[in-house]
């Protein structure tokens, strides 16, 4: 792939761009006859129409420009360079795929290439490749992000967070916009006010144009233009390509929903025709320059399908890998200096997110009033000041648009923490999270890793009332390819986020809310700590008492009461809960042989249910009990503290708990 210096039309240009668009028609049509054949499976969304904008637009780009696309992104793969041969192998599910055949259709990776793959969710690219483009700004990179997605995606919040973050930011991000006229079935003009997706732009102050999408001469015009201003200013620009596709939205869909009068007036002015016979009028190209570029294309395509026939399926055996990468390894126990000094849980919260930063560039802080502000609970209090607002970034209101800009920063080499300000808000965050951090490595068969910390303040207690009070962290550990923390100590609160960031996967840190004001002493000599193992936080004999978070101290009281009556109850914190560590449940378990777990989650689904079957399943015939649980009242969280304290965990249910296990 080269980079053309200007727009010639002589023969060899024009040949290749006749090249690309035929060599991508071609292969979409024979993955429709193998889809017929059931030899490529699930969703397959193909690009018949659409062949001018991939053609036009990504080979003006440079090798170290990064590509993001969509779920119809076959063309863009195509054209970007990553090998026929590992794309249909990928549509076919081997292990010889582009992406080690964990992605299918929908998710082509190539890190040789920097295609940083497609994307199922609608929309859900834009804010990766802003934050692609946030790192090599920070980075003094001059590179280019191209975003690819369809018009249906300008009707999600994604593609407004990210328009409004790129240009608040000034990012070079080339927008690109392939509006083929439908969003799945329905029209643009019944989903859209405002149907002319360049005039968004207007909105966010952003430079765009709209480009006959079916002119690929006119598409690589403006590309050029488009990309020259970006490189020249950093700020984004977004084109609109007026392109229709040929073919169903996927080869699902029955396509009643338009007339087939319509698709073949369309077929008319098709890319392919259109160019040829221009380029055949004109006597630039002849009758056997393309007869030879169809067969060329035809003999690749060949092969891509014997190579894709030969590969293999990928043992079941390696089910579970690329979930998480290469597990670093735990920490060097620091030896205590012996001087200790008094701070509090936000202090030592703060002072984590310090030390990282100057033990690593590649590290900084984004999330609603981090900066100017000091956060909502004034954890990041001065931060701005001491590090500038480059590292210490204020984001818009826009949860998923700045968490999906994280995880686009960690994938280029950054180590983003990004702060959401309470769990609640993570809900807007969640598609980010959860379709894009967790599944990003596995999907891609290893190549993309997202090394991200999020943080947020979780729990209730402060009479916040039911939108303001959740405890969600066991929602998140039911979730593979994330970790999920729950500091309670000053040490864990100050040490698990150095070894957070060093972890090659995403991390959640969860912050209870009414630990914040705690204060205590803390060695001077306080470091980084092991994030996969559970603490004995007090020796006893009788029943163990299982918790993590702000639940921790509430259960460490509960087990003061309890020796006040005999009964020596062991106290676990959980510290992390995915991976939870069974050995050191089931080692404490086996020992008192009666087991009680506290949770702020509410009790249906809990995380306390997970640790109840574990305990079941492995420990069954130790028990001398059943395992008891004291979990939130399944009710919203009420406004009035009294009503408010009776439906969390406190201490007296948590003893009562405890001694029913004894028939008292």
């Known amino acids: 792939m080269t980079v053309i210096d200007k727009p010639r039309l002589d023969r060899a240009h024009v040949l290749a761009l006749l090249r690309e668009m035929i060599r991508i028609r071609r292969f979409e049509d024979k993955c429709a006859e193998l889809y017929t054949q059931q030899k490529i499976r699930g969703f397959l969304h193909l690009y018949d129409g659409e062949e001018a904008v991939a053609a036009g637009i990504i080979p003006v ?83 280019v992000t191209a975003c690819f997605f369809g018009e249906g995606a300008v009707a999600e919040g ?68 488009a990309i020259a201003q970006i490189r020249e200013t950093s700020a984004p620009m977004l084109l609109e390509c007026q392109t229709y596709r040929f073919r169903a939205h996927s080869m699902f869909d029955a396509q009643l929903y338009r007339d087939k009068d319509e698709v073949a007036a369309w077929r008319q002015k098709g890319p392919i025709v259109r160019f040829q016979s221009w380029l055949l009028d004109n006597n630039l190209v002849h009758k056997e320059d393309v007869q030879a570029i169809e067969d060329a294309a035809d003999a690749e395509i060949a092969e891509a399908v014997a190579f894709a026939e030969a590969g293999a399926w990928e043992p ?117 999270i959860l379709n894009t951090a967790a599944t990003l490595r596995h999907m891609s068969g290893g190549q993309f890793g997202v090394p991200l910390v999020i943080r947020m303040a979780t729990g209730a207690g402060k009479q916040l009332a039911a939108q303001h009070s959740h ?8 979730i593979p390819g994330l970790k999920v923390l729950t500091p309670a100590t000053l040490e864990d609160a100050h040490g698990m986020l150095w070894t957070a960031l060093e972890d090659p996967d995403p991390v959640l840190i969860f912050e209870n809310v009414m630990l914040y004001n705690r204060s205590g002493q803390i060695d001077e000599a306080a470091g980084a700590v092991d994030i996969s193992k559970a603490a004995i936080r007090r020796e006893g004999s009788d029943l163990s008492l299982i918790t993590y978070g702000g639940s921790l101290f509430k259960t460490l009281d509960a087990a003061e009461a309890l020796a006040k009556d005999g009964i020596e109850a062991e106290v676990i914190d959980l510290r992390s809960l995915r991976p939870l560590d069974d050995a050191t449940i089931l080692a404490s378990v086996n020992k008192t042989r009666r087991a009680v777990i506290v949770d702020e989650g509410w009790r249906s689904g809990s995380l306390a249910a997970e640790i109840s079957a574990r305990i079941m399943e492995q420990a069954l015939w130790s028990l001398d009990a059943p395992v008891g649980r004291v979990c939130s009242a399944e009710v919203p969280i009420p406004y009035p503290k009294h009503l408010e304290e009776a439906a969390i965990p406190q201490i007296d249910s948590i003893v009562a708990a405890a001694k029913s296990r004894f028939g008292r």
């Open 61 to 143: 780009l440079g090798p170290d420009d990064a590509v993001v696309a969509t779920y119809r992104e076959h063309g863009h793969a195509l054209v970007r360079g990553v090998p026929m041969t590992t794309i249909m192998a990928e549509m076919y599910g081997k292990a010889e795929g582009c992406s080690g055949g964990r992605g299918g259709s929908m998710h082509l990776f190539d890190a040789e290439t920097n295609f940083l793959g497609g994307n199922a969710i609608v929309g859900g690219g834009l804010p990766l490749a802003t934050g692609r483009a946030l790192a090599d700004r920070m980075n003094g990179a001059q590179n």
């Open 316 to 432: 079941v055996a390696a089910l579970t890998e690329y979930v998480l990468g290469p597990q670093p390894a735990p920490p060097a126990v620091v030896t205590p200096s012996g001087t200790t000094v008094e701070t509090t849980y936000r202090e030592a919260v703060k002072q984590g997110i310090r030390d990282a930063m100057l033990r690593d560039d590649r590290v900084f802080l984004m999330g609603e009033d981090v900066g100017a502000y000091g956060g909502c609970y004034a954890v990041s209090k001065g931060l701005m000041e001491e590090f500038g607002e480059a590292r210490i970034r204020d984001t818009p209101l826009s949860e998923s648009g700045f968490t999906g800009a994280g995880i686009g920063a960690a994938v280029a080499g950054m180590r983003p923490i990004v702060e959401l300000m309470t769990v609640n808000f993570s809900m807007l965050a969640l598609d980010q």
């Open 158 to 225: 994604e593609f407004h967070e990210a328009m409004n973050l790129a240009q608040l930011w000034g990012l070079p991000v080339l927008f690109v916009c392939e509006n083929n006229g439908y969003a799945m079935g329905s029209a643009i003009e019944r989903t859209e006010a405002q149907v002319e997706v360049a005039k968004k732009a207007a909105g966010y102050g952003m430079a765009a144009e709209q480009v006959d999408g079916m002119d690929v001469v006119a598409v690589e015009a403006a590309a050029r233009r």
């Open 471 to 478: 405890s969600l962290e066991g929602w998140y550990a039911h």
